[in-house]
C-alpha cells in the first residue's frame, strides 16, 4: 500500500509579504532560532508521564542546528517545571533564553540557575498563552528593578513588548539588552489573511514591527520577535531588512522564538516513525 508522505514539506499559503524577492543573505547575517519547547512538557504534565523527555528534545533542538533553547517557567508551573530549566542549563551547549514574570521568586531562581537571557514577559493566571507584551509604562520600578538585578548578575535581558515605538523607548530606558516583539497580532492576521480586512490588519501590523525594529537598533538594541509564527507567517518578517548605510541586506529580526508551529510540524512529520515503532513493539515475537 502506497503511504502519504509525511515528510513534505508543510503547504504555503499565499505570502503576505513585502513583495521583494527573498534576499540570500550570507551565514553571517541569518537570523537566530531559538526553539521553545515548553508545548512538549504540556503534552508531558497532560498525564504526569516520564515522556516526551525534554533532555532528548532539546538534544535533537540542538542537533538540528536551532541557536538557542527557549523555555517559559510560568508561576502555575503549568508545563516547565525547575527541575527541567535546571537540567537543560547543565547539559545544553546552546545558549538558554528564560521566559519569566518579573518576580522576586523568579529572579531569584533567575539568578540561580543563570541562563543566557531572560525575557521579561506578562503573565496572567488564567490566560491560554502570554497574550500580549509588557504594560511598561504601568510597571515601570518592577520592570526596570528585575531588568537591573538581572543584568547586575549578569544575564542578558530582553523584553516581551508589543511592537510599538513608545514601548522600544521605554525598553531602552530601561536598559534591556534586547526587545521580543510580540507578534501575535501579525501572525493571528496573516493565518487568516484571505479577506481583505486580515490582509490589511497584517500589512499594518507587519509595518509596527518594522518601524518598532528600526528604532529598536537605532537605539543599540537588539530586535527579537516570537509568537504566533509559523512555516509561512514568518517569511514577511523575515524578509524586512536594516536600513543602516552599507549593511543594507542584513534581516532586521535578530531572533526568533518559536515554538508550538515547531511542536505541531513535529507532531506530523514523526508520526508515522512513531506508528512504525508502536507496531514493532506490540507485533514483534
Ligand atoms: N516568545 C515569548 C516571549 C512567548 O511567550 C512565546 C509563547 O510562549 C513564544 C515566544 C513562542 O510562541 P509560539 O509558541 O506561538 O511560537
Given at each position: 500500500m502506497k503511504t502519504k508522505n509525511?515528510?513534505?514539506k508543510p503547504k504555503m499559503r499565499k505570502s503576505i509579504g513585502?513583495?521583494?524577492?527573498p534576499s540570500t543573505p550570507s551565514l553571517l547575517l541569518m537570523p537566530r532560532l531559538g526553539v521553545n519547547i515548553d508545548h512538549l512538557a504540556t503534552l508531558r504534565q497532560l498525564r504526569n508521564t516520564?515522556?516526551?523527555?525534554l533532555l532528548e528534545a532539546a538534544r535533537i533542538v540542538e542537533t538540528a542546528g536551532a541557536h538557542q533553547i527557549t523555555v517559559h517557567l510560568r508561576e502555575d508551573r503549568r508545563h516547565i517545571q525547575d527541575l527541567d530549566v535546571k537540567q537543560l542549563r547543565a547539559e545544553l551547549k546552546i545558549p538558554m533564553n528564560l521566559e519569566m514574570a518579573a518576580e522576586e521568586e523568579m529572579l531569584r531562581f533567575a539568578t540561580r540557575i543563570m541562563p543566557d537571557w531572560a525575557c521579561l514577559v506578562p503573565e496572567k493566571r488564567?490566560?491560554?498563552?502570554?497574550?500580549?507584551?509588557?504594560d511598561l509604562a504601568k510597571q515601570k520600578k518592577r520592570i526596570a528593578g528585575a531588568a537591573a538585578k538581572l543584568r547586575k548578575a549578569g544575564i542578558k535581558v530582553s523584553l516581551f513588548i508589543e511592537p510599538s515605538l513608545e514601548a522600544v523607548k521605554l525598553s531602552s530606558e530601561f536598559g534591556a539588552d534586547a526587545v521580543e516583539f510580540h507578534t501575535g497580532q501579525f501572525c493571528l492576521a496573516s493565518q487568516s489573511a484571505l479577506g481583505p480586512r486580515s490582509a490589511a490588519k497584517a500589512k499594518m501590523e507587519l509595518e509596527r514591527i518594522r518601524k518598532a525594529a528600526l528604532l529598536c537598533r537605532k537605539l543599540g538594541m537588539r530586535p527579537h520577535a516570537g509568537h504566533g509564527f509559523d512555516y509561512v507567517n514568518v517569511r514577511p518578517v523575515v524578509e524586512l531588512l536594516t536600513e543602516d548605510p552599507g549593511d543594507l541586506?542584513?534581516?532586521?529580526?535578530?531572533e526568533y522564538n518559536i515554538g508550538h508551529a515547531i511542536v505541531c510540524r513535529a507532531a506530523i512529520v514523526g508520526l508515522e516513525r512513531a506508528v512504525r515503532e508502536m507496531l514493532s513493539a506490540i507485533q514483534a515475537p
Amino acid at each position: 500500500m502506497k503511504t502519504k508522505n509525511t515528510t513534505a514539506k508543510p503547504k504555503m499559503r499565499k505570502s503576505i509579504g513585502t513583495g521583494r524577492a527573498p534576499s540570500t543573505p550570507s551565514l553571517l547575517l541569518m537570523p537566530r532560532l531559538g526553539v521553545n519547547i515548553d508545548h512538549l512538557a504540556t503534552l508531558r504534565q497532560l498525564r504526569n508521564t516520564p515522556y516526551p523527555d525534554l533532555l532528548e528534545a532539546a538534544r535533537i533542538v540542538e542537533t538540528a542546528g536551532a541557536h538557542q533553547i527557549t523555555v517559559h517557567l510560568r508561576e502555575d508551573r503549568r508545563h516547565i517545571q525547575d527541575l527541567d530549566v535546571k537540567q537543560l542549563r547543565a547539559e545544553l551547549k546552546i545558549p538558554m533564553n528564560l521566559e519569566m514574570a518579573a518576580e522576586e521568586e523568579m529572579l531569584r531562581f533567575a539568578t540561580r540557575i543563570m541562563p543566557d537571557w531572560a525575557c521579561l514577559v506578562p503573565e496572567k493566571r488564567n490566560e491560554v498563552t502570554t497574550e500580549g507584551g509588557l504594560d511598561l509604562a504601568k510597571q515601570k520600578k518592577r520592570i526596570a528593578g528585575a531588568a537591573a538585578k538581572l543584568r547586575k548578575a549578569g544575564i542578558k535581558v530582553s523584553l516581551f513588548i508589543e511592537p510599538s515605538l513608545e514601548a522600544v523607548k521605554l525598553s531602552s530606558e530601561f536598559g534591556a539588552d534586547a526587545v521580543e516583539f510580540h507578534t501575535g497580532q501579525f501572525c493571528l492576521a496573516s493565518q487568516s489573511a484571505l479577506g481583505p480586512r486580515s490582509a490589511a490588519k497584517a500589512k499594518m501590523e507587519l509595518e509596527r514591527i518594522r518601524k518598532a525594529a528600526l528604532l529598536c537598533r537605532k537605539l543599540g538594541m537588539r530586535p527579537h520577535a516570537g509568537h504566533g509564527f509559523d512555516y509561512v507567517n514568518v517569511r514577511p518578517v523575515v524578509e524586512l531588512l536594516t536600513e543602516d548605510p552599507g549593511d543594507l541586506q542584513a534581516p532586521l529580526i535578530e531572533e526568533y522564538n518559536i515554538g508550538h508551529a515547531i511542536v505541531c510540524r513535529a507532531a506530523i512529520v514523526g508520526l508515522e516513525r512513531a506508528v512504525r515503532e508502536m507496531l514493532s513493539a506490540i507485533q514483534a515475537p
